[in-house]
């Protein structure tokens, strides 16, 4: 498995994900935010969607042509746009009002390797890049219990802070991970307990009473 940063706002390449396979696809077509990837070159790691033979999603440009997944390739070609060798995906922007601000938007992980840890180890390979860039804070803002579980494990801390939309914000500096305390955690978790989830959130968070912030996840090293 490889850490690799495809570029940096805001012209970075497009990157086209299987949206059977990833949530969030269409966001990472997007030329005006930059993205990392986890990426495999092992065969036995190439995944492709049980639907044989697709066509692009609504999302995609090219309505109209017909699309065939290839489950001998690994990148995109003329009859596949997915590149099948990424694990899991990152897109990331500056801050609009602080360009020392390095805000992750999308964190998108492989349906068959979610809860693998592939989203924390992800999100914190690309720390050592942004600090290269200049950027000397990381933000998230996260919708739900499991993400924020994963952006604590990498590195990340609650502000106190929500969104608009009900997300809670996190940050941590650019150079090392946020310190945090148990308090600080649990108390992020009694916002999300206050939203009468169902399973599997309820028992996700159940789990949780009491418990210290959970241990961070390795960077994977980069191919660049």
Known sequence: MEFTVLGWPPEAPTLRLDYR????????VLSSVGKAVLRTEDSSEIFTSPEA???VDANESD????????ANTNHPTESDPYDHSVL????????RT???TLCYRYVSVRSDKRGS??????????TPHAVDRGYDRLRIAVNNPFAYEAMYRAGFAWTGRETGIAELVLERPAEI?????????????????KRDYDDPE???????????????????????
């Open 177 to 193: 991970p946020a310190t945090t305390t148990y308090e600080q955690y649990q108390s992020g978790l009694t916002e999300y307990r």
């Open 117 to 126: 840890g592939l989203g924390p180890r992800l999100a914190a390979s690309l």
């Open 53 to 55: 033979h697709a066509h």
């Open 88 to 95: 899991a995906a990152l897109s990331f922007s500056a801050d």
């Open 21 to 28: 396979s990833f949530a969030y696809a269409g966001k990472f």
């Open 63 to 70: 309505r109209g042509q017909s699309m065939h997944a290839d």
């Open 202 to 224: 309820s028992t996700f968070l159940a789990n949780r009473q009491e418990t210290d912030p959970p241990a961070l996840h390795t960077a994977v090293n980069s191919t660049q």
């Open 98 to 100: 602080d360009d020392t």
